[in-house]
């Protein structure tokens, strides 16, 4: 008997590690909203030291909000904003297509897309 719940037990592990994995690898649709340059690291030569630049661009989807960051400093091409993008996320990675362009950069943070503020009803016009 304990052998069968045992097997059972694996099974629904397995069911959903799957699933979850799956959805890691699915293909999403989103547009890069915004680009900035953040201090990503420092760099030190003799008694001075400089920050090292980089670009964080936010792509948000249909619920979520991504910051993204290159992940080597060979990438200098600056992504146009309000591109949409063809994008899947592995673990902390993001993949994604810009104008038929592949990129590979590391996921900083994600954020829930807060719905925008409810637009109040138009005035009604005066009754004659």
């Known amino acids: 008997m304990n052998m069968k719940k045992m097997s059972l037990g694996l ?14 690898k699915e293909q999403m649709q989103g547009t890069v909203v915004s ?30 909000e991504y910051h993204v ?10 992504l146009p904003v309000n591109a949409p993008v063809e994008l899947s996320i592995s673990k902390d990675k993001m993949k994604f297509k810009v104008n038929g362009k592949s990129y ?3 996921v900083v943070s994600e954020s829930a897309v807060t719905a925008p503020p409810a637009q109040p009803p138009a005035p009604e016009a005066p009754k004659q």
């Open 35 to 64: 680009e900035n340059s953040v201090a990503c690291g420092s760099q030190s030569k003799g008694k001075k030291s400089s920050d090292i630049m980089c670009q964080e661009y936010v792509i948000r989807t249909d619920s979520t």
């Open 69 to 78: 960051r290159q992940e080597k400093e060979a990438h200098k091409e600056l």
């Open 11 to 24: 099974a629904v592990v397995a069911i959903c590690l799957s699933a979850a994995w799956a959805k890691d």
């Open 104 to 106: 590979e950069m590391l």
